[in-house]
Nanobody, 120 residues
């Protein structure tokens, strides 16, 4: 099993930047994919960004503004968020997908979430 701990959330004005961090309890090399999801009040959880073996993908609403990266030496995945908008306000969750003998072929692990609030 792996544990994920997020940090870096907070209150920021529209147009500002924040960087979220997610530290995994074991090597990123043992994890198939890492990602960031978010959930705003009254909305479903949605993919923000994901990284797999150096390949990244982003949700349409954050393309060009957010960047996901990883530091394997620190077992850490980052989400750099620039040009923040009020609609980016949400709880951001770190996610790990680990290969397993299951129906999906992997198991998912979630962090506890970190709140990002963007004031307009």
């Amino acid at each position: 099993q792996v544990h994920l701990v997020e940090s870096g959330g907070g209150l920021v004005q529209a147009g500002g930047s924040l960087r979220l961090s997610c530290v995994a309890s074991r090597s990123l090399f043992s994890i198939n994919a890492m990602g960031w999801y978010r959930q705003a009040p009254g909305k479903q959880r949605e993919l923000v960004a994901a990284i797999t073996s150096g390949t990244t993908n982003y949700g349409d609403s954050v393309k060009g503004r957010f960047t996901i990266s990883s530091d394997n030496a620190k077992n850490t995945v980052y989400l750099q968020m620039n040009s923040l908008k009020s609609e980016d306000t949400a709880v951001y969750y770190c996610n790990a997908k680990i290969a397993a003998f299951s129906a999906q072929g992997y198991v998912e692990v979630w962090g506890q979430g970190t709140l990002v609030t963007v004031s307009s």
